[in-house]
């Protein structure tokens, strides 16, 4: 996305309702919740990264439900490949 104009301080450039958004909130009261509860280890906030497991695993909870999904069509719009560290040549990672 790029900006064709200024954008100012606090001008709204776009509006999301809450319930189309992929949050934390949303994937602990999904019907997942029950998973989440009852696997602290993994899903805890005590944990690094447990808040970012309960939303990874609400997205691939969503991504099988296909067209059933509420979020299909951004889940579609994800990117399918990422240009990571670790898949970089020797060379490139050289340069750094």
Do not use: C
């Amino acid at each position: 996305m790029v900006a064709t104009e200024d954008i100012g301080k606090g001008e709204v450039i776009i509006k999301v309702p809450s319930k189309h958004i992929i949050s934390t909130r949303a994937a602990f009261y999904s019907d997942l919740k029950d998973i989440f509860y009852h696997n602290p280890q993994l899903f805890g906030k005590h944990i690094t990264d447990g808040e970012d497991m309960i939303v990874h695993a609400f997205i691939l909870h969503e991504i099988q439900k296909g067209e059933k999904s509420q979020f299909y069509w951004m889940i579609r719009m994800l990117p399918k490949e990422t240009d990571i560290l670790m898949n970089w040549e020797e060379e490139d990672l050289e340069e750094l």
